[in-house]
């Protein structure tokens, strides 16, 4: 079985940055790529950043790119959400979520992730 735990979340004045961490630990587990997703109340869930760990390849949601930044060690299953110039509009629960198969996916689709993790809040004030 595979967990998925996301820490870092908190309230932040607008402007400011948060670190989001996860980690996703199973027995004999690999990762092919990491995702952050987030929900809005009364939204559904959007993507937000995704790493490929084959290359290293980001994909960002055009709504952070410019101020997120995904980053990760592929060797330990771990990724950080680094989060600067924050909006109110990012006020919302994150979640993480790992892939296990390798091959060919759309990196910004919930579909593409095997396990999640249960969010962690992220809040920020005008």
């Known amino acids: 079985q595979v967990r998925v735990v996301e820490s870092g979340g908190g309230l932040v004045q607008a402007g400011g940055s948060l670190r989001l961490s996860c980690a996703a630990s199973g027995r004999t587990f690999v990762s092919s790529a990491m995702g952050w997703f987030r929900q809005a109340p009364g939204k559904a869930r959007e993507f937000v950043a995704s790493?490929?760990?084959?290359?290293?390849?980001?994909v960002y949601a055009d709504s952070v790119q410019g101020r997120f930044a995904i980053f990760g060690d592929n060797a330990k299953n771990t990724v950080y959400l680094q989060m600067n110039s924050l909006k109110p509009e990012d006020t919302a629960i994150y979640f993480c979520?790992?892939?296990?198969?390798?091959?060919?996916?759309?990196?910004?689709?919930?579909?593409?992730?095997?396990?999640w993790g249960r969010g962690t809040q992220v809040t920020v004030s005008s």
């Open positions: 790493v490929r760990w084959s290359g290293y390849a980001t």
């Open positions: 979520a790992t892939r296990q198969m390798f091959g060919v996916a759309d990196y910004s689709s919930n579909a593409a992730y095997d396990y």
